[in-house]
């Protein structure tokens, strides 16, 4: 037999993971949840995997592959898990390499050696010394690994100058199937005594094959760059080790770990060239801008690359890309043709645009291009370009952009009319197409959009991939040109390449791995592409009827009010694991787990929300999945697909509260405000056990608080409500919202607030609740603890008060201020948190927008600015750097940082303590040692500020204290 059958009661073998804990290094990973987020890549595909080891080493990875051959167990390599096509799905043991196979080993002249795990982003920040890079580039350049890349054959927008993974990798160090190692690249033809005879013998079996097949080879294999289909046998003819191109190391390239399974890789490397100029062409039709992309060509750009008007649409409708896209078009047109030239100066680049407006004139299209020549424009273009997968997915319902005929590539004289063609087949099918990417090289990405929930849309799939893949091969074009083969292309490798190329692909994986121990079902003898059983929503998938959701979902469609399908947005693409991070993740980047990124916890919580996770949203492993979660709405702004995992956790932690209540620590965080006006009072007794000895170890004992950390200190000089009038409506009236925090640890900000106000010409009011006298709180802390009733009931009594007057209201800090521009709005949905939420403002956010009048003096040389997480998440961190220099003399220097990590209680648990410290050390810490003593660190957190002056030793200060210092 060629490849394993495993049967099911295999998965979850407690044997086998014994075993693996005794002889290897590594993390074994093997409960049903852990499984579960293994499951699926950004495919459609959903594979429950054996287990899942987490390798430190690679005598770890050849210890688990002599585990596996005795136990009859397959093993599939996975670095990023964002493959579109299936490859990294498998019943079988999958084996992380991400985590800490992930080094650069050498750098010798140009060329790099590498372990696979480490990411694209990561290896060009490394060699950015040498003034050299690799340029193979996929849109998910900051997450996927090398070895993923060489596995997929990867290609990227670049191609069409540096050609495909497989030109550029220049050895690969492989494990086989039966254990032997050897280093595969261009070797002689009369194999030395070095080479070991098992080895030769595989490599005269493969020569033998490449001599017998190359005239059928060339008949069949498509002469075009972006053929990545089957195995790159054709580097096995006469003709290939003639022309130098007979380098084994292509062959494994693009096998999809079927064949041997990467130690290491060695690259070529290419000089940087430091500038760039972009052209962006609008075209009114998708046809015009297909049939140009065969002349822009001609003017030897680095790449060019395709925004269809739904991109367009779509992207507009996503916070953090509406504004580039404005920028990027001109008038109102159906697609653009980003052009892309790079080099060592600017004046031939400027030339190279001028040449573009002349040849978009000619073609009929004067004064067509924006011209992008600022580094600022041009990374926000490229990031926009990247996300273009994401952009498509964020499709809100069952219906999305598909990925299964979307790699297909014809030469571009035939792109218009090939393009012409698939979207009438399908119009002829009731769908459409979403088009982006690589114009450069007739390799575009079309998604028809489809159910893939529905049986009947499921027919149309493969009724659509069977007539796509005729108008391919008519054209003589490849029916895979990027991202591999996977379960839904290597089906069609028969049809595109005939028996012939069949069974020599076969014959291939057969001398590599005769008993199928490596990712069987790929490239050869695979599974059909519509086998429902394998699909991530197979039949049966269904929302769990009891899930009673607290929040509003409404904007999502689908069952258990809209939540399932906003957990569904999350497409696996894995934007979360960026190596480039801003805020998103900072969890997953201090463990580097699969279990404490985004991507993994909208996993577990749709395997919980669809009945196949025991125990639902109040499970333990929903429970732990989000433990490490800080909340800072880091991907509700950075995910393209809009998953927000802070509003997500909420609603977790009321399922588990309803079920299993809160513990006394969570109790007494979550009722502060309730409490800490009586601990004001008694400010040397509320803060005790900051000062009295054997507390502190006693309050970690007892309530889990760290006894490294001090506790914010209650101020027996707490702002009261009546320091302020209520409001009446007089000329310049503002509402200022003291939150918990400001009230009692920190009132000097308040009151600065006041005084800057004041000075600006605006009277500052503090609205009254009608019911009692206890402040107004906006539940913040209730919400943490999944309290959202009793945190509804608040934020019925705030927006109550708040409501009852039409003036803006201000906040100073980010968490407390913003709940009611968000949560509020899934709280109390309607037109009065609406309206509320419409204006309330960050106290920079409104400095900023009405650009008051204000008489102020230098107070320092610079000020080094971190961003507390929600102001970024909000689009309220610039505001916040412009309110700063309205100060004469003072240079802002915003701070390139994550989350602080301290992240409300979350840093105070002694749990939490280290991964708190691991996410500060990140990047803001790093940063705030090297700010020079006399200038200012500002952070508008009062977390962030804890976190600064308790790791760094340096006092943070809330901007509105830094301006009430400049007031003349």
Not at 549 to 573: F, I, R, Y
Not at 658 to 670: H, V
Not at 776 to 801: I, K, M, N, P, Y
Request: net charge neutral.
């Amino acid at each position: 037999m060629n490849a394993f059958t495993i049967p099911k009661d295999r998965i979850g073998d407690s044997r086998l993971a014994e075993r693996l804990e005794r002889e290897t290094q590594g993390e074994v990973l093997w409960s049903a949840a852990d499984r579960g987020r293994y499951a699926t890549d950004a495919s459609i595909y959903q594979i429950e995997p054996v287990g899942v080891l987490v390798p430190r080493s690679m005598s770890d990875v050849e210890a688990a592959l002599s585990i596996c051959r005795d136990d009859g167990i397959p093993i599939l390599p996975r670095g990023g898990g964002t493959s579109q096509c299936g490859q990294t799905v498998n019943r079988a043991l999958v084996i992380d390499c991400s985590k800490y196979l992930n080094r650069v080993l050498a750098v010798e002249g140009d060329t790099v050696r590498v372990e696979p795990g480490i990411s694209l982003g990561a290896l060009n920040t490394a060699l950015a010394g040498t003034k050299q890079f690799f340029p193979v580039d996929p849109s998910t350049w900051a997450r996927c690994t090398i070895g993923g890349m060489a596995g997929n054959n990867s290609c990227g927008s670049k191609s069409i100058r540096y050609g495909l993974m497989a030109d550029n990798v220049r050895a690969i160090d492989a494990l086989l199937a039966d254990g032997s190692r050897f280093r595969f690249g261009a070797l002689p033809d009369n194999l030395g005594a070095e080479v070991p005879a098992g080895i030769a013998d595989l490599i005269q079996r493969l020569r033998a094959l490449g001599a017998r097949e190359a005239e059928e080879i060339a008949a069949r294999f498509p002469n075009q760059l972006r053929r990545v289909g089957g195995y790159n046998i054709e580097s096995l003819t006469p003709a290939a080790r003639a022309e130098g191109r007979g380098n084994l190391a292509r062959l494994l390239v693009g096998s999809e770990g079927t064949l041997a399974f990467s130690a290491a890789l060695d690259l070529q490397l290419w000089p940087v060239k430091p500038r760039k100029a972009l052209g962006i062409c609008q075209f009114p039709s998708f046809r015009a801008a297909m049939a140009a992309s065969q002349h822009l060509v001609t003017l030897d750009p680095e790449a060019v690359e395709l925004v269809d008007r739904t991109m367009i649409d779509l992207g507009r409708s996503i916070p953090i890309f509406r504004a580039t896209i404005d920028r990027i078009v001109r008038g109102e047109p159906d697609s653009l043709l980003i052009v892309e030239f790079h080099g060592q100066e600017d004046a031939p680049l400027a030339r190279s645009l001028d040449a573009l407006e002349e040849m978009m004139g000619d073609l009929g299209y004067p004064d067509s291009v924006v011209r992008c020549i600022d580094p600022g424009f041009q990374a926000a273009v490229a990031e926009v370009r990247e996300a273009g997968l994401n952009i498509m997915m964020s499709m809100k319902g069952d219906g999305k952009p598909v990925s299964f005929i979307e790699d297909c590539a014809v030469a571009l004289p035939d792109l218009a009319d090939y393009t012409e063609r698939l979207n009438q087949v399908f119009e002829r099918h009731g769908t459409k197409g979403t088009w982006y990417a690589h114009a450069s090289v007739g390799c575009l990405h079309v998604r028809p959009v489809l159910n893939m929930k529905d049986p009947e849309d499921v027919r149309r799939m493969r009724t659509i991939a069977e007539e796509c893949f005729a108008l391919v091969k008519e054209y003589k074009g490849s029916h895979s040109g990027e991202h591999g083969d996977g379960i839904v292309r290597s089906e069609f490798n028969a049809s595109m390449f005939g028996p012939r190329i069949t069974a020599a692909l076969e014959e291939v994986k057969d001398a590599f791995d005769p008993t199928g121990l490596l990712n069987p079902g790929r490239v050869v003898r695979p599974p059909r592409m519509d086998d429902r059983t394998l699909f991530r929503y197979a039949p049966g998938y269904a929302a769990d009827p009891d899930v009673q959701p607290v929040l509003d979902w409404s904007a999502w469609p689908g069952p258990q009010g809209g939540l399932l399908g906003a957990v569904e947005m999350c497409n696996n693409n894995g934007t979360c694991r960026k190596s480039d991070a801003n805020v998103m993740c900072p969890s997953y980047r201090a463990t580097r787990d699969e279990e404490h990124l985004t991507r993994g916890r909208a996993n577990t919580l749709r395997l919980a929300l669809t009945g196949q996770l025991p125990g639902g949203l109040a499970s333990d492993e929903v429970h732990h999945a989000l433990s490490l979660c800080v909340s800072c709405k880091g991907c509700k702004r950075e995910c393209p697909t809009g998953v927000d995992m802070a509003k997500m956790k909420i609603e977790a932690m009321a399922a588990r509260a309803r079920e299993r209540g809160i513990n006394a620590r969570d109790r007494l965080i979550a009722t502060l405000p309730r409490w800490a006006p009586f601990a004001a009072m008694l400010p040397e007794a509320a803060n005790a056990r900051n000062w009295i000895p054997g507390l502190p170890r006693l309050g970690e004992r007892l309530l889990g608080f760290s006894a490294e950390r001090s506790l914010p200190r209650f101020r027996r000089d707490a702002f009261h409500d009546a320091e302020l009038p209520a409001p009446d409506g007089r000329a310049g009236e503002v509402i200022l919202f003291p939150d918990v925090f400001s009230r009692y640890f920190e009132p000097e900000n308040l009151r600065a607030a006041i005084r800057v106000l004041r000075a600006a010409g605006y009277n500052p009011a503090v609205a009254r609740s009608a019911r009692g006298s206890r402040p107004l709180d906006e539940g913040r802390t209730l919400l943490g603890a999944g309290l959202v009733d009793e945190a509804r009931e608040e934020a019925r009594r705030t927006l109550a008060a708040l409501s009852a007057v039409a003036s803006p209201v201000i906040g100073l800090e980010p968490s407390s201020t913003l709940t009611l521009r968000d949560e509020f709005l899934s709280l109390l949905p309607g037109p009065e948190a609406e309206a509320l939420a419409a204006r309330t403002f960050l106290v920079g956010e409104f400095l900023a927008r009405e650009k008051p009048r204000l008489t102020l003096k230098p107070v320092a040389e610079a000020a080094h600015v971190h961003g507390h997480c929600h102001q970024k998440a909000f689009a309220a961190f610039a505001p916040a750097i412009a309110m700063l220099t309205m100060i004469p003399g003072l240079k802002v220097v915003p701070i390139a940082s994550s989350c602080c990590g301290m992240a409300g209680s979350f840093g105070y648990e002694a749990a939490n303590l280290a991964v708190s410290k691991a996410m500060a050390e990140l990047s803001l810490l790093p940063a705030v040692r090297k700010v020079p003593e006399g200038a200012l660190i500002v952070a508008d957190g009062t977390s962030c500020r804890h976190q600064i002056g308790d790791l760094a030793g340096r006092q943070a200060l809330h901007g509105i204290r830094v301006l009430e210092m400049a007031l003349a």
